[in-house]
């Protein structure tokens, strides 16, 4: 009963929120600068962040994350404690390399014991038809 009622909670939160598409430049950023074609290779799903100024979270299948934010003159990718501008090209080539780490770090699940990955908690991407 109490997973029952678990469930109907978030069916009714996720009802209730209501869903918008993700800005193509923030699409072409993943796929073309990021080169994380075909994206649901990739990502998990995408969230806009309340940040100052605007940004997107975007999960990766494994559990992590990093964000793509709007800045004045070009979009910039912040992975943990870097941030890396897209304008400039040495920037986007190590941004590219940093997000390859993410994607290819073990996984550890302490209450498993071993690698393991983390069950999706939002809808997944879709990506737009050409």
Do not use: W
Not at 3 to 30: A, F, G, S
Not at 51 to 69: A, C, D, R
Not at 77 to 100: P, R, T
Request: proline share 8%; hydrophobic share 35%.
């Amino acid at each position: 009963m109490k997973q029952l009622r678990e469930h109907i909670k978030k069916q009714i939160k996720t009802l209730m929120e209501e869903k918008y598409p993700v800005p193509p430049e923030i699409l072409d950023t993943l796929q073309i600068d990021l080169r994380l074609k075909p994206i649901i290779r990739y990502v998990d799903y995408l969230k806009a962040a309340n940040t100052v100024p605007p940004s997107y979270e975007v999960f990766l299948l494994n559990g992590k994350s990093f964000f793509i934010i709007y800045e004045e003159f070009s979009l910039a990718v912040k992975i943990e404690n870097k941030k890396y501008f897209l304008g400039n090209l040495e920037e986007k080539s190590l941004a590219i390399q940093h997000i390859n780490k993410l994607l290819t770090e073990p996984i550890f699940d302490p209450s498993k014991g071993e690698e393991g990955g983390e069950e999706p908690t939002e809808e997944p991407v879709e990506e737009p038809e050409a």
